[in-house]
Structure formats: structure tokens, C-alpha cells
């Protein structure tokens, strides 16, 4: 059974860094991909950024390119998410996903595994 646990969340000001991370347990095999995802109330959950587990190819969504920086530490089993210069609008849970599937891609439905989010919140 996977378990994924994120951390790292807390409040920073607008222009701030934080480093999110996610550890795995319970993995008998590579994921295909890790993903972060991130949610505000009443929208729905949206890709953030991914990157592939065998050679660390990535991925962002437009709105993060050049600020946020994704990587993986793969005997820890562990994938970070690295936020530069974090504007308000960055304000969400985070979560961390894995997929499993050799067909994943960015939307929420190709991930296998979950964590249970942790909280950013960016101060004007």
C-alpha cells in the first residue's frame, strides 16, 4: 500500500521561497511519474508539475514556469517542489501524486496515489 505524505507548507510573504516535499513509503515499484498538484475552494484540482522517474524529464503548468523548480531524490523516495518568488495567487493545498500508468499525463485522473495536501499561503 502507497503512502504518500507532504510537507513543508507554512505562510510566506508575496516574493518568498518555500520547499515542499513528498515521501513515499510502501512502493514495491517505480512510478512512471510524480506530480504536484494544488486546490483552492471551489475549484477544481489543478496540475502544477511533474516529472518522470526514470530519467527526470519535467513539466510545469505555464502560470509556474521559471519559478517553481520540481526534482526527485529517488533512493529517498522523495519529490520536492521548489517556490521561488511565490505570488498570492500560488495560495492552495498541495498535494503530491504518483502514476503508475505508462499513458499518465497532467490531468488529476492518471494518478494512482494521493497525499493528504498541505497548506500554502502567500501574503500580499
Known amino acids: 500500500q502507497v503512502q504518500l505524505v507532504e510537507s513543508g507548507g507554512g505562510l510566506v510573504q508575496a516574493g518568498g521561497s518555500l520547499r515542499l516535499s513528498c515521501v513515499s513509503s510502501?512502493?514495491?515499484?517505480?512510478?512512471?511519474?510524480m506530480g504536484w498538484f494544488r486546490q483552492t475552494p471551489g475549484k477544481e484540482r489543478e496540475f502544477v508539475a511533474a516529472?518522470?522517474?526514470?530519467?527526470?524529464?519535467?513539466v510545469y503548468t505555464d502560470s509556474v514556469k521559471g519559478r517553481f523548480t520540481i526534482s526527485k531524490d529517488s533512493a529517498k523516495n522523495t519529490v520536492y517542489l521548489q517556490m521561488n518568488s511565490l505570488k498570492p495567487e500560488d495560495t492552495a493545498v498541495y498535494y503530491c501524486a504518483e502514476s503508475r500508468s505508462v499513458h499518465w499525463n497532467l490531468q488529476v485522473a492518471a494518478y494512482d496515489y494521493w497525499g493528504q495536501g498541505t497548506q500554502v499561503t502567500v501574503s500580499s
Open positions: 516529472i518522470t522517474w526514470i530519467n527526470g524529464g519535467t
Open positions: 510502501g512502493r514495491t515499484v517505480r512510478p512512471y511519474a
